[in-house]
T-cell receptor, first 118, second 113 residues
Framework: AQKITQTQPGMFVQEKEAVTLDCTYD???????LFWYKQPSSGEMIFLIY??????QNATEGRYSLNFQKARKSANLVISASQLGDSAMYFC???????????????FGTGTKLQVIP | EPEVTQTPSHQVTQMGQEVILRCVPI?????FYWYRQILGQKVEFLVS????????KSEIFDDQFSVERPDGSNFTLKIRSTKLEDSAMYFC???????????FGDGTRLSIL
């Protein structure tokens, strides 16, 4: 079974609009972390936002927020006020704290390609 | 802001040759990782390294691969005898401690001819 599922291979959004990128995860580990990374066409992997499984509040970083619904095992990324520079591939990822033996490798989803339209 | 640096940005190598990919993690980080991303596919874990030894490796990380932290700052990935299917983007990552996010380098694009 996939640990991280991103069901939207591609998304379009109008500049200045908000967009939600979906991510669901599967783990039996009581302690885990969820991440979103941005990968522009140039290829680098840019850390955007992190949510711990025990965090009570949804994480926010500037225009990025993570809509964490633990019971549904979803961790959607919301980008507000989209900009042309937001066009990129977005990866959801998870770190499992117990299952990974403490060394906490990150497992990635297949990504969502976001294109911002002027 | 400190960052993970990787060199070279692009490496072209003949099949069967050895290649070494270099990474300088963020200086106060303790955990180090290599990941691979074949073109158009998702990022896959290769190996984690802590306290000067491999802590976990994936099934991809076979005997052709090795990692080293030779001098306390560099963290290298060596592929002994490259194959065409080793062509990919290779990312180095590091993190400071438990529950801290991993920070990735810009990657090395490896092309095997």
């Amino acid at each position: 079974a996939q640990k991280i599922t991103q069901t939207q291979p591609g998304m379009f959004v109008q500049e200045k609009e908000a967009v939600t990128l979906d991510c669901t995860y599967d783990t039996s580990d009581p302690s885990y972390g969820l991440f979103w990374y941005k990968q522009p066409s140039s290829g680098e992997m840019i850390f955007l936002i992190y949510q711990g499984s025990y965090d009570q509040q949804n994480a926010t970083e500037g225009r990025y927020s993570l809509n964490f619904q633990k019971a549904r095992k979803s961790a959607n990324l919301v980008i507000s006020a989209s900009q042309l520079g937001d066009s990129a591939m977005y990866f959801c990822a998870m770190r499992e704290d117990m299952n990974s033996g403490g060394y906490q490798k990150v497992t990635f989803g297949t990504g969502t390609k976001l294109q911002v339209i002027p | 802001e400190p960052e993970v640096t990787q060199t070279p940005s692009h490496q072209v190598t003949q099949m069967g040759q050895e290649v070494i990919l270099r990474c300088v993690p963020i200086s106060n980080h303790l955990y180090f990782y290599w990941y691979r991303q074949i073109l158009g596919q998702k990022v896959e874990f290769l190996v984690s390294f802590y306290n000067n030894e491999i802590s976990e490796k994936s099934e991809i990380f076979d005997d052709q691969f090795s990692v080293e932290r030779p001098d306390g700052s560099n963290f290298t990935l060596k592929i002994r005898s490259t194959k065409l299917e080793d062509s990919a983007m290779y990312f180095c990552a590091s993190r400071r401690g438990y529950n801290q996010p991993q920070h990735f380098g810009d990657g090395t694009r490896l092309s095997i001819l």
